[in-house]
T-cell receptor
């Protein structure tokens, strides 16, 4: 079965500095997709970045980049130039294809990021 | 693109009551998912629709839970005879099904059982 592991329950970063949030995954499927979402205290789940298993380059979206190391099965999120508004829970998720082409997401436990002024 | 809309945002009810949540997807998204998220956890898959067909249900979805998506548009999730353990955030997500496309989430419905 597929599994996502986020080993950092909480992280602190100084405003304007970069921070790396760890994510490791386990799957036997050769084709998979990895996602990072941000969940502020208000509860909505906001998509940040996607990495496909066959993508040759690490994904980037503005201040977000994904450090994808396929052999190590890791997909760490790097946030550059942290802002106070980045304070939130961050979830790593993997797409698992099931019955009826169900593309459900399997989630880690999340990492709580606090940005200090 | 008006985003995924969920109603209500919050629901407080007494144990044993029935509750119904609604999810309105992004208009061109034919795939719809329900997830449940309890405190300190990541979301857990509950059920999946492609258009109006409910194609997969999690073992988490006991017989007190039912979901529908008539005409492949909005979806409802009903919980009958609510229990304390049903207290959670219920999240709806939709997608087009493209290979690199993410699921888009609504703001969720937070259910509290008294």
């Amino acid at each position: 079965a597929q599994k996502i592991t986020q080993t950092q329950p909480g992280m602190f970063v100084q405003e304007k500095e970069a921070v790396t949030l760890d994510c490791t995954y386990d799957t036997s499927d050769p084709s998979y997709g990895l996602f990072w979402y941000k969940q502020p205290s208000s509860g909505e789940m906001i998509f940040l970045i996607y990495q496909g298993s066959y993508d040759q380059q690490n994904a980037t979206e503005g201040r977000y980049s994904l450090n994808f190391q396929k052999a190590r099965k890791s997909a760490n999120l790097v946030i550059s130039a942290s802002q106070l508004g980045d304070s939130a829970m961050y979830f790593c998720a993997m797409r698992e294809v099931g019955a009826g082409n169900n593309r459900k997401l399997i989630w880690g436990l999340g990492t709580s990021l606090a940005v200090n002024p | 693109d008006t985003g995924v809309s969920q109603n209500p945002r919050h629901k407080i009810t007494k144990r044993g009551q029935n509750v119904t949540f609604r999810c309105d997807p992004i208009s061109e998204h034919n795939r719809l998912y329900w997830y449940r998220q309890t405190l300190g956890q990541g979301p857990e898959f509950l059920t999946y629709f492609q258009n109006e067909a409910q194609l997969e249900k999690s073992r988490l979805l006991s017989d007190r839970f039912s979901a529908e998506r008539p005409k492949g548009s909005f979806s409802t999730l009903e919980i009958q005879r609510t229990e304390q353990g049903d207290s959670a955030m219920y999240l709806c997500a939709t997608e087009t099904g493209g290979s690199n496309q993410p699921q888009h989430f609504g703001d969720g419905t937070r259910l509290s059982i008294l």
